[in-house]
């Protein structure tokens, strides 16, 4: 029901959108597009899973292969189901595509949640390491991307007081992340709050949230060397991501200062985060068409927002052969 409802929130948005804005200029721009810079932009999507994959491999505990000789010893086992459990790049990009499938379908990004009951199911992690691990990937890519955002604002020329609250706002966001990434103290204290103050069913599931991200912080901690290496992939990965809608733009044959797209797609992706909308339809190209107003037209811009949509269709539809495999490992078994 939630899911239907998101969908027509979307539909309505957009309807509103194409009706205010002249959409047969937008179907136009899309129809004069740079054919090159739109195959290279749209192309983005392949290094930019490739590049996820190996972080996820980073995130792979680098003691997993002796840890499981030591069970396969006592277990009895051979050499093959050791190396079995060893998570492959391949294997890294199949459940990266087959996780944004189930995010198109699936709520609050609950594909990402399946990810780590996949990779627990395939033996590759217990299951309350394989769900801190999502839970640190996801911190990492949210904090990453307020971090362009606050890199990007600092630096965007024209600013006034709204410019400045979402400043302001943005990295009061990154900096409590922050905290909640570096302090088990405050992290703990924060969840406690957080329970205390919201309904009981929402706070059942904060509690859990709670103890991944304990064993997460435990766990992520002990190499920092490590935790360096995947901060910066994850930093180097939003980049990409946000040099891809740079992209876009040079393809409808439209000019953005990237320093300025820096600031203002960043703050359309978390206008399209917000839980109200179908995978961020509507309410992120709405963002994109108020952001982007000084720069070019509204019907430019909602192409633009077709365009940052496709990034998260195409992978979904990539991950459609591989979705059906790991959808069996969830039927009960016999």
């Known amino acids: 029901m939630k899911r239907f409802l998101s969908i027509l929130v979307s539909l309505t948005i957009l309807l509103l959108i194409y009706w205010k804005i002249d959409f047969v200029g937008l179907v136009q721009v899309l129809v004069n597009c740079d054919r090159l810079w739109m195959a290279i932009s749209l192309g983005m999507v392949i290094p930019l899973t490739m590049f996820t994959a190996w972080r996820l491999q980073m995130l792979m505990p680098s003691s997993a292969t002796n840890t499981n000789a030591a069970n396969a010893n006592a277990a009895n086992t051979n050499t093959a189901d050791i190396t079995q459990s060893r998570l492959g790049f391949l294997a890294a990009n199949r ?90 103290q405050f992290a703990q204290l924060f969840f406690r709050l957080a329970a205390s103050i919201t309904p009981r069913s929402l706070g059942k599931k904060i509690v859990t949230l709670s103890h991944s991200w304990g064993e997460m912080h435990d766990y992520f901690w002990r190499d920092r060397t490590q935790l360096a290496k995947i901060t910066g992939m994850s930093v180097f990965i939003w980049f990409l991501h946000l040099l891809q809608i740079w992209f876009f733009i040079l393809a409808l044959n439209a000019w953005a200062p990237f320093l300025a797209s820096l600031a203002l797609s960043p703050l359309a992706i978390l206008a399209g985060l917000l839980p109200l909308t179908f995978a961020g339809v509507g309410t992120r190209d709405a963002a994109l068409i108020a952001f982007y107003q000084p720069y070019f037209a509204a019907p430019t811009a909602a192409a633009l927002g077709v365009l940052c949509t496709s990034r998260y269709v195409i992978p979904a539809i990539a991950g459609l052969p591989f979705l059906e495999k790991y959808l069996t490992l969830t039927r009960p078994k016999g």
């Open 95 to 184: 459940l990266i595509l087959a996780a944004s499938s189930l995010n198109m379908v699936l709520p609050s990004k609950m594909g990402d949640i399946a990810k780590a009951y996949f990779m627990r199911d395939r033996g590759h992690l217990t299951g309350s390491l394989a769900l801190s691990l999502v839970v640190f990937e996801k911190s990492c890519d949210m904090l990453s991307l307020l971090l362009w955002c606050v890199f990007g604002l600092l630096l965007y020329p024209q600013k006034d007081w709204l410019f400045w609250v979402m400043t302001v706002s943005v990295l009061t966001g990154l900096l409590l992340g922050l905290l909640l990434l570096g302090s088990a």
